[in-house]
């Protein structure tokens, strides 16, 4: 017999929520390429256990918010995150050099008991 899939309804009210906290990840591209990524089986990437409530991440954002996790270590949830791009270019328009830079500013959110 199959189920249906259960909700879990929650409130704002149902959550600790911190200050603003904000975590920045950057990318840097050579010819197109992104080197330390090649040779760095470090990555950061946010998992369907990491809930990020609201908003839509931009490229480079999931590791911002992995960061932004990491660093505030305690917390359950991402609120309405809020995220800021600069890119610097150089020579052909970027197909030489680029640097992502993006800013992920949210508060969070812990389960109250």
């Avoid at 840097?28 to 950061?44: M, P, R, Y």
């Avoid at 911002?64 to 995220?83: C, T």
């Avoid at 030489?96 to 109250?112: D, F, H, N, S, W």
């Amino acid at each position: 017999m199959k189920e249906s899939t259960p909700v879990l309804e929650l409130n704002i009210d149902d959550f600790k929520l911190s200050d603003q906290v904000n975590a920045t990840a950057t990318r840097v591209q050579i010819f197109g390429v992104d080197w330390e990524a090649l040779f760095n089986s470090k990555t950061g990437y946010i998992s369907p256990a990491v809930p990020v409530l609201g908003g839509f991440l931009p490229p480079l954002g999931d590791k911002a918010i992995y960061k932004l996790m990491e660093e505030n270590p305690g917390y359950d949830v991402v609120i309405y995150p809020q995220f800021e791009t600069k890119v610097k270019r150089f020579g052909l328009v970027g197909l030489i050099y680029r640097e992502i830079t993006v800013k992920a500013t949210a508060r969070l959110g812990k389960l109250k008991k």
